[in-house]
């Protein structure tokens, strides 16, 4: 049964559970091959075998190109609320506080030469401080927070700046090999100018010891391109005996990137 990505799940399996070491053996591999190839690669592996399931996800024909309809590119629909102003604080939706190191994340989307965005939807969900989720599948041990949900959402302002006001995620295990562990992460989903610009991605943190043993991570072979996926430490944005802060832009365009 294939994880769902974002989901800590830690039910046992009847097939046979890789090792740490093998699976940082084969991320080795992959990376000395990628070494001597000819071409950087900027974005993940859609196949790559450390990443367990990436094999049942990853597609195996050849791309259908269509013309998509004008409406999906003009008419971005936001559902049935509009983005209210406490959207974006995943730390005041609750009559309590919720428990964890106060963060703030911040950043520009911007498009790929450079021109801020605006008016776009940012999308958040993360892990609460214990790496745990509310969601059926996520099973790991760890304490659930009744003042925290995890997901949030604003609009980008004239200048394509987000910021979101949350509680820093902790680190979860899950079933793609034994005693594997995700790094402290948190999901975009940032729709550009249109449906069909959508990214989904994930924001690390920087200094992480996990980083090494992950496959997801790792999937992004390319070193460079790695580290647009990490956020930077900005004490700018750290605010006295509120919260810490982290800078992180986002690139959308025809073929989304991230933070070149």
Request: with cysteine; net charge negative; aromatic share 10%.
């Amino acid at each position: 049964m294939p994880t769902i990505p974002g989901v800590a799940n830690t039910s046992p399996s009847s097939a046979k559970v890789a090792s740490q070491e093998a699976i940082n053996a084969e991320i080795a591999l992959i990376a000395d091959g990628y070494e001597r190839g000819p071409q950087p690669e900027s974005h993940p592996r859609l196949d790559y075998p450390p990443y367990r399931s990436s094999a049942k996800r990853c597609p195996t024909n050849d791309l259908y190109r269509t013309d998509p309809e004008l409406i999906e590119r003009t008419a971005p629909v936001f559902g049935q609320q509009d983005v209210g102003p406490f959207d974006s604080d995943l730390t005041v939706q609750h009559l309590g506080a919720p428990i964890g190191e106060r963060i703030v994340v911040t950043g520009c989307v911007i498009d790929t030469d450079g021109r801020p965005i605006a008016g776009q939807l940012v999308e958040v969900w993360q892990a609460n401080a214990a790496g745990r989720y509310i969601h059926i599948r996520d099973q790991h041990p760890a304490p659930l927070d009744p003042n925290f949900t995890g997901v949030g959402r604003c609009l980008t302002g004239a200048d394509g700046r987000y910021s979101f006001t949350t509680v820093k995620p902790g680190p979860y295990p899950w079933r793609n090999h034994h005693n594997a562990w995700r790094p402290a992460h948190i999901h975009f989903s940032v729709f550009g100018r249109a449906f069909t610009q959508r990214l989904i991605t994930q924001m690390y943190f920087p200094g992480d010891p996990l980083f090494d043993y992950d496959p997801i991570f790792q999937s992004v072979l390319d070193r460079r391109s790695r580290e647009r996926i990490v956020a930077t430490y900005d004490h700018d944005v750290s605010s006295h005996e509120e919260h810490t802060g982290y800078r992180w832009d986002i690139v959308v365009g025809k073929t989304p990137m991230v933070n070149p």
